[in-house]
């Protein structure tokens, strides 16, 4: 890499946290209307740094958030790569567990904490900044570059598919290039070739028309929090196996290739249940964490609500009850075909007395993506030059939709070149991005233009 880049780099460190810390500064929470202002300034914060840069961007709207488009193809003869990014985040609830406020960024022991950090805001911005320096320098990419920044992810990409479907020439490309996913461990850099698919759900129970005394009424009228923890309970057994009909029909298992693979990197299972308070880990039988992690078919509730939650008892038969929850799905489930047969299961089990509604949120695949490319080859490459280390392969259970909308829609396959951390705390309080590793993730990218514009399309 022309050492101008690596000086820019350099000199720019402190310069690239101050703007990051603008960004982070900015609510854009996608899943809440009170923040829909929020996440049009932070789309044309984004804009702006690219146009600061000389490149052609556009606020593009859709439906529900808008997405940010650039691109600087001038290149002739060179490979094009369009970069995904997001710059919306998850809610920072609970509040009252963050150290310091999540949209007040503060420096700690190295690491940068505040609500989107990480994800994805940090390391999306990798990006733009070794572009930047590319600009800003030799004057010139060596590559075809094209951005598509979104705000949608974290609830769903609702409105994304539609617009690359519209927009399939403009983004026509070789190779995407995602930076959302984690390395394998401090120091030990990876490259992401799987992740687990979603379907996600509500369920809404009705009882009587109002809350009722549960001393007048319990054991007569059907509570449908009772009903609804029976529901809930019934979707998966104790071998951790879901137990809709036809769930695991699909599911691609894991090769012995790969749980060997798998088995050989070093995870210490001590150290991973200490960093997340837990003394005892569970899950599907006859599989390791790792396996149930990142390639087995799941269920979890996100979310139960009903009856008295505040300080103190009260002795109330709840009127309502609902449950969030979501499915994680591998490669070859069907996000679309779980609705019907989850619909039938609950109805089966919902007791008279009970009127229930299910509602199916967003969608996507699980994804595998294959290895043996020349664009992996020059990541590999890229990632040594900014981590000084190899990467490991690794697959991740956490979903990103346009994964796999880019390859049924524009015919190519993406790059997952993560710099995050397993204890970076996203869509939790503290949400955190290691300093380091930011600049580890700029200097990679810059890399990454040259290796990935070598390649011979
Ligand atoms: N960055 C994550 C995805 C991720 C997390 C990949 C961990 C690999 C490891 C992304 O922003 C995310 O959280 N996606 C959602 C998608 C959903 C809302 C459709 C997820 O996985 O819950
Ligand atoms: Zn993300």
Not at 57 to 72: F, K, M, R, S
Not at 200 to 212: A, I, S
Not at 285 to 290: K, L, Q, Y
Not at 333 to 353: H, I, M, S, V, W
Request: proline share 7%.
């Amino acid at each position: 890499m022309p050492a101008a880049v690596d000086q820019y780099l350099a000199e720019n460190a402190a310069a690239f946290e101050e703007q990051l810390c603008q960004l982070l500064r900015i609510p854009s929470v996608s899943a809440q209307s009170t923040h829909k202002g929020d996440i049009r300034a932070a789309a044309e914060w984004v804009a702006g740094q690219f146009r600061d840069m000389g490149m052609k961007a556009e606020i593009c709207e859709t439906p529900g958030h808008p997405i940010v488009y650039a691109e600087l193809c001038q290149a002739p003869g060179a490979p094009t790569a369009l970069v995904y990014g997001h710059y919306d985040v998850q809610p920072p609830d609970p509040l009252d567990l963050w150290e310091t406020p999540p949209f007040e960024p503060t420096r700690r022991n190295g690491n940068l904490y505040a609500r989107g950090a990480t994800d994805d805001k940090g390391q999306m911005f990798t990006h733009v900044k070794s572009a930047e320096a590319w600009l800003k320098t030799v004057g010139k990419l060596p590559i075809n570059l094209k951005f598509l920044i979104e705000g949608e992810e974290e609830v769903g990409s609702e409105h994304l598919d539609d617009y690359i479907r519209l927009n399939r020439e403009r983004l026509k490309c070789d190779v995407c290039v995602i930076s959302d996913t984690s390395q394998f461990g401090p120091g030990l850099p990876a490259i992401t070739y799987g992740l687990r698919g979603i379907s996600y759900f509500e369920l809404k129970l009705q009882g009587p028309d109002r809350d009722l005394h549960s001393g007048v009424f319990g054991g007569a009228v059907v509570n449908p929090a009772n009903a609804l923890v029976k529901m809930l309970t019934a979707l998966v057994d104790d071998q951790g196996r879901v137990q809709v009909p036809g769930f695991y029909d699909d599911v691609t298992p894991l090769t012995e290739r790969e749980r060997k693979e798998f088995a050989a990197l070093p995870y210490d299972e001590a150290e991973f249940k200490s960093a997340i308070g837990v003394k005892e880990l569970n899950g599907e039988a006859d599989f390791t964490n790792i396996e149930r992690r990142w390639a087995r078919p799941t269920c979890d509730i996100n979310g139960l609500t009903s009856g008295y939650q505040g300080e103190g008892a009260k002795t109330v038969l709840p009127a309502k009850a609902s449950a969030k929850f979501s499915f994680r799905l591998v490669p070859n489930q069907d996000p679309a075909n779980l609705k019907a047969a989850l619909e039938t299961f609950l109805k089966e089990r919902c007791p008279a007395g009970i009127t229930m509604e299910l509602i199916g949120y967003h969608g996507a695949p699980g994804v595998v993506v294959p290895l043996e490319s020349p664009y992996v080859a020059a990541a590999v490459k890229a990632v040594e030059h900014g981590f000084g280390r190899r990467p490991v392969f690794i697959r991740e259970g956490g979903s990103i939709p346009v994964v796999s909308t880019f390859h049924d829609l524009l015919g190519v396959d993406t790059l997952l070149l993560g710099w995050g951390l397993n204890d970076d705390n996203t869509h939790s309080p503290n949400e955190k991005f290691c300093l380091a590793d930011f600049h580890r993730g700029i200097k990679t990218s810059a890399a990454l233009w040259e290796e990935l514009g070598r390649v011979k399309t």
